[in-house]
């Protein structure tokens, strides 16, 4: 039985798992969840994964969730370049310190420019007060500084001369504010050299495939209005405005 990966492409944690795979020729069979459409809190969805997240490997009997554990995963079983998730215990010991910090970070400072931009004007008509936008693109410019200044510095990488884990998780949360149309790159040089030298790690062709959903975030209203608006997605717009 072929390894199964539970995707949606508009979230960051399912690209880079998906990049992860295509990059290190891991055969798996895609198996789309909708999260526009609210498939996650469906009832098949619920028998492959109580989390109601994506993404989810299913290997076998073997379910994992969170996208961190399914990259080390890949990675052991697989035996892909060290250069990924090294060996050697201080270049893993960097690559696990920036996955432990992107989440209340890059991640969460991202996600929220990216709903303000680009989900809630598509649900509600009308963009978000200006007070709540102006204060998610300061954190998440201060977030960005951060990662220049402590993760990234003058290397090419994050953890040195060779793409890792790190460098993988970082673009595809960084890309996520660029869907709305936000171009974070601009004024940035050592962000914009980085950004070009992952990409071209990765291949252009393989990284505009996982990001091709994401740059087409204009097309949500249109989304919303076929298929209607989850109950998820109203309750989390009233946990953000209360």
């Given amino acids: ?4 990966l539970y995707l949606d492409l508009h979230s960051q944690p399912c690209r880079s798992v998906f990049l ?4 290190n020729k891991i055969p798996f069979e895609f198996k789309t969840v909708d999260l526009s459409a609210g498939e996650q809190y469906g009832e098949e969805f619920g028998k492959v994964s109580i989390m109601r997240k994506v993404p989810v490997l299913k290997d076998g009997d073997f379910i994992l969730t969170e996208s961190i554990a399914i990259l080390q995963y890949l990675a052991a079983k697989h035996r892909t370049p060290d250069h990924w998730y090294p060996a050697d215990l201080q270049k893993r010991a960097r690559v696990d310190e920036f996955l432990s910090w ?3 970070n890059i991640r969460t400072h ?3 420019v990216f709903w303000f931009r680009g989900v809630l004007p598509a649900v509600t ?4 007060p200006k007070e709540k ?4 693109v300061e954190d998440l410019n201060a977030s960005l500084k951060t990662f220049e200044d402590k993760f990234l510095q003058s ?4 953890i040195g001369d060779k793409i890792s884990l790190a460098d993988l ?3 595809v949360e960084i890309m996520q504010p660029v869907g709305t149309g936000l171009d974070v790159f601009q004024g940035r040089p050592a962000l914009s050299a980085w950004r070009d030298r992952v990409k071209k790690e990765i291949g252009v062709e393989v990284f505009d495939e996982a990001h091709k959903v994401i740059m087409n975030v204009d097309a949500l209203p249109q989304t919303f209005e076929k298929k209607g608006l989850p109950e998820f997605l109203k309750l989390k717009m009233q946990k953000m405005f209360n």
């Fill in 1 to 4: 039985m072929p390894l199964e």
């Fill in 20 to 23: 992860f795979a295509k990059l």
């Fill in 102 to 104: 992107q989440h209340t």
């Fill in 110 to 112: 991202g996600s929220k």
């Fill in 125 to 128: 008509g009308a963009p978000v």
């Fill in 133 to 136: 936008m102006d204060a998610a």
């Fill in 155 to 158: 290397r090419p990488f994050i």
């Fill in 169 to 171: 998780v970082s673009i």
